[in-house]
């Protein structure tokens, strides 16, 4: 059997706003699940030999609930721009260049590199229309050691001409892109891409797929409201956004919604009550001038809501970012909310960024025994301290300032998969 | 004659949003002053060597206009607390370990070897009361081969009593400081703290040392409203915190005040007419939950606006990332002004880290012929790419991306400091 024991000081979020920390403690797991975390290695492991991070951080590694992978190439550029115009001018024209297989491959190849460096291990990841390089991406992830969901977009209008399917197309590659998907860590998703870019006949034939096939879904809801208008026109019928997801069977406690932006309080029963998954996704709201997601309010009702880096609208992959992205996003809203609602804590966003996700991969929040093993283990910073620091003030400065060359390991289930 | 001639992609802000490109352009500086920008080297510089950087991007050297050297030891730590709570918890007791000089002389001298390498080659800087730390300080500085003012911070109340001076030592040690203060690049700038750390009497002083050794001069302005309740308790003759450096001969042309997030019209007005600078400092004012400067409002009404990291308010010294959390910052303001003030652009707020702060300096904005040469020169990333882009494309990445390891050399009064 399979033993791994990691010995540093180990820190969990197995409940919102509260770190588990074990000081100079030991991880362990058999066959890749976790077996605990002991102060001192019982009897039973003694025989093992010890990773010893000495006084490194040992935390959960990352999942990031929504991101685009073909925009990879376009990271930090066209900010400027407002979604709809972003959307034209820069991102379809990229995704456009995955019908490149060789270019996928390359691309895709550094983006599951990073991921792994950046101690992101799950993730739930929009591909572009290509069947082929959503293929690719899948086994790129794979081979790199992520696990997650990947999804080949459907979109038969509102892409301009060089990157749209047909509605046929768009069904038929889909089935066969179920067909050819056969990955052990990487799963397919279904992606309507969002209402705008999705015709009626191409949701109702997805719903089905949805239902047959017992699939999760991953899509866009109330982002920006120049959108929430488009999607008003399109669909008079519905009184809310959501509703044009449901009507097709798109709706349900498999579905993630990425952004929820201008989702109201009746959206947001809609929301909690058919157990969807709501994507925060910060950085790129802030950056596409989107608005600033009520997250508080959303959480003190009782929606799941998980953290997206959302590149390339987000302009970063670290969830460190993402992390103090979400926090400052918070604040922003509090005080738009006229110092009404309280931000999210350093602790708070981590449980986003970790534990808020183990439900949607059939795990328990934090190391909990039983769960995969998904962690990283951080240095610190090597700045001149005036004290020695605690484990938590320790913990709050690696979220806010680690970057590259912090990581010196990660794991993603029971595997070590970089360091 | 001493002759520099930079080759690469040169760019610099010699106007608020407009950027000055020369594609395999060459910068040419004699005796440290920049001579111009050229697209071929001109007959009488022929014999000299060229620092040829290829395809890089050559850029203006950033200017950090206010920023706490004492609080670098506590960066990214106590980020969930409000203002003045913060103070006490924190930057306080740290602030007070500057006694030490040994403690000052190693953290100076990493924080000046990290200015450096981050490409930030002016600045205007807090130390802490200690008047020996503050000397190392300024040291450091010099020798790292940054530029600008260094000022030993008076604060005779409110301050705890761990970390305060009495009235009298604050005068006698500022004047003894001043008479010890001996550098090429590096010049005294008076620093009363804010106005809730020094009493009636201190500022009394500083206003007239200010005259009589003709000083420039910084402080805080109107950063919090728990700040603003405070001020308006201790001065309830002034109907406005900036009144309370007025009254003392501390608000001219060469002042400096960091933040005004809620400076109102009337402030704004006091600000512009005399002349006094706004440091915008967005990273600080988001962590501590300030408020968001009305920046574009400042703009259009003619004051001058220039940015600061604020570490440890702010959570980091790259320039890069405090241009991109001013543009942030500008965006929620924007929402919070009901989208009628347009967000900065990353030329806008590219210009406000650079050119904005060069009149601070007796300069012109850009590569201004005359001006001494201070520019970085900058790497791109790796990043897969779907096909060529442009310098300005390249620009805006850098500013969103760049991290470590980015620089390929800074220069600072025309010489190499970096690289």
Redesign the interface.
């Known amino acids: 059997m399979e033993i791994r024991i990691i010995k540093g000081n180990i820190i969990s979020a197995p409940e919102f706003g509260k770190l588990d920390i074990t000081e100079n403690g030991y991880l362990i797991a058999a066959e890749g699940k976790i077996r605990g975390i002991y102060q001192k290695v019982p009897q039973e492991y003694a025989e093992h030999p010890i990773e010893d991070y000495g006084d490194a951080l040992v935390m959960q590694s990352f999942a990031d609930m929504h991101l685009h992978a073909p925009q ?9 721009m407002p979604l709809l115009d972003w959307l034209n001018t820069y991102t379809f ?2 995704e456009a ?1 995955f019908k490149d297989n060789e ?1 996928a491959r ?2 895709y190849h ?1 983006l599951a590199q990073e991921l792994a460096a950046k101690g992101t291990t799950r993730v739930c990841m929009f591909s572009s229309i290509h069947r082929e390089a959503t293929l690719i991406l899948m086994e790129e992830l794979e081979n790199a050691g992520i696990t997650g969901y990947v999804g080949k977009v459907n979109m038969d209008r509102n892409g301009g001409k060089d990157y749209q399917e047909t509605t046929e197309e768009s069904i038929s590659e889909t089935i066969k892109w179920l067909d050819e998907c056969n990955f052990e860590h990487i799963k397919p998703m279904l992606t309507p891409r969002f209402t705008p870019a999705c015709t009626d006949e191409l949701m109702q034939e997805l719903g089905r797929i949805a239902k047959e096939k017992n699939l999760p879904i991953q899509s866009h809801l109330s982002e920006n409201t120049g959108e929430l208008a488009l999607v008003k026109q399109l669909h008079p019928d519905c009184d809310q956004y959501w509703e044009t997801y449901e009507k097709y069977g798109l709706w349900n406690d498999r579905t993630l919604m990425a952004h929820c932006v201008w989702s109201d309080e009746s959206e947001r029963k809609a929301i909690r009550d058919a157990g969807v998954w709501t994507v925060h996704c910060a950085a790129s709201n ?2 596409l ?1 989107s ?2 997601a009520p997250v508080r309010r959303m959480l003190d009702e009782g929606l799941n809501v998980v953290l997206g880096s959302d590149i390339a609208g987000g ?2 992959l670290s969830m460190f970012k993402n992390i ?1 992205a979400a ?2 996003a918070s ?2 809203r ?3 909310d006229d110092w009404k609602t309280d ?1 999210l ?2 602790e708070e966003a981590f449980y986003l960024s970790t534990s808020a996700a183990a439900p949607f991969f059939g795990e328990k929040p934090g190391f909990a025994p039983g769960n995969s093993l998904h962690a990283i283990v951080v240095e610190d ?1 090597s ?4 004290r020695p ?1 605690s484990v938590e ?1 320790r913990f ?6 680690r ?3 912090a990581m010196l390991a990660v794991y993603s289930e029971g595997k070590k998969i970089y360091g």
Chains 1, 2 share one sequence.
């Open positions: 990879y190439p376009m990271l930090g550029m066209g900010m400027d024209p990229t260049c270019f390359k691309t550094r802030e950056n001038v608005g600033y302009d970063h103090t926090i400052r604040k922003a509090r005080i738009m931000f804590t350093v910073e700045l001149p301290m005036v620091l003030e709050e400065r690696c979220v806010y300032r970057e590259h060359g």
